[in-house]
């Protein structure tokens, strides 16, 4: 296996005490410590009401990043298309394929990003079924790329501006149902383990049997995203998993309220069925030392057969979180660059 890159997933989390406009510049300073450190790609999400992520409109969000930073790709993990018009989307991705030439990916979710009342609104003529999941994608490819069949409604409309590059189309995917729509129209697959801990690598290996060159991408390309930290400190790094069992277990009950304090999470005794989803959770994620997590993401890489990992870290403390993606940067001998 080639060498592992490491790339960063933002979901501009709003950490107890802070706010908004703070988080935003956290996402930004994040954005360029991963740029100078070398890492591959940082991807924003797009969450809808949802009173402490800050994430919700990531074409915005790449503007303002793409300006921050020099060499690292920027991408949507990702668009979820069925909340707007393909050609919009296309319109987005092509502006900022033409400011950023080169660094943008456009990655592509059929979840409603929330709740079904908020994604009716996003689009009323939303239906949530595949077929028009599918009809969506084949829309974008023919705007992303000017593909025009005859007598087709792609030769009266456009999607402006052009640029003599495309952004490369990604596929997200949980439970693996999209890997073979990734895989038939030719586009790039990212497997979400931080959502789904089970049947990631039979996905990746089913999309790679089934890929289909497409003009944008002439063989597969997958890659995997899960939460992690690193840390020095097993003590630090203790804390951060106790956290995060409580704050994801937080989330499955429907819970956007600020998190209690790390003593109190600690005294937290669960219920029989709560810990059975604690301990199913922990396959969401992965945390330790530098070395531990050389071993663990080694693995996940060799288990995929991808050589590139997407790690999501929330964290109480950013100062926390910023030293891990150094520890990580390090620990893979990521080549640093120079930076704006």
């Known amino acids: 296996m080639s060498k592992i890159k490491l790339s960063v997933l933002d979901q501009s989390v709003v ?26 790609r940082f991807w924003v999400s797009e969450h809808h009401n949802i009173a402490n992520i800050a994430g919700t409109t990531p074409e915005v969000l790449m503007a303002f990043l793409g300006a921050e930073t020099r060499h690292i790709r920027l991408g949507a993990a990702g668009i979820m298309l069925p909340n707007h018009s ?24 059929r979840a409603p990003g929330g709740d079904r009342l908020t994604a009716r609104l996003l689009n009323p003529q ?17 705007f992303l790329t000017d593909a025009a069949p005859p007598g087709s409604i792609y030769e009266k409309v456009k999607a402006f501006p052009q640029a003599s590059t495309a952004p490369p189309m990604w596929l997200l995917t949980s439970s693996g149902g999209s890997a073979t729509i990734a895989a038939h129209f ?37 890659n995997v995203g899960i939460f992690g930290f690193c840390s020095e400190s097993e ?12 704050r994801i277990l937080h989330i499955e009950r429907g819970r956007d309220t600020p998190l209690p304090s790390y003593e109190e999470i600690a005294e937290t005794e669960y219920m029989p069925d709560e ?18 997590m050389k071993e663990k ?16 870290t929330m964290a109480e403390n950013e100062e926390e979180r910023m030293e891990s993606f150094r520890l990580l940067a390090k620990t893979f001998d990521l080549k640093p660059r120079a930076t704006l």
């Open 15 to 40: 950490r107890t005490g802070s706010n908004t406009r703070e988080t935003l510049l956290e996402t930004k300073a994040l954005a360029q410590l991963a740029d100078s450190l070398g890492y591959e």
């Open 86 to 109: 393909s050609l919009k989307v296309a319109e987005n991705f092509r502006m900022l394929e033409a400011l950023f030439p080169g660094r943008i990916d456009l990655g592509i979710g």
């Open 126 to 142: 939303n239906t949530f079924s595949e077929q028009d999941f599918v009809q969506q994608i084949v829309d974008l490819q023919h």
């Open 186 to 222: 030719g586009a790039a697959l990212s497997f979400a383990q931080f959502i789904n801990p089970n049947g990631g690598p039979e996905a990746v290996a089913h999309y790679r049997e089934r890929f289909r060159p497409s003009p944008t991408l002439d063989a597969p390309l997958a």
């Open 235 to 246: 003590e630090i790094v203790d804390r951060w998993q106790t956290i995060m069992d409580y």
């Open 275 to 292: 810990q059975l989803r604690v301990n199913y959770n922990r396959g969401r994620m992965i945390a330790g030392t530098p070395e531990q």
């Open 297 to 312: 993401i080694g693995k996940m890489c060799a288990e995929y057969g991808v050589d590139e990992i997407v790690i999501s």
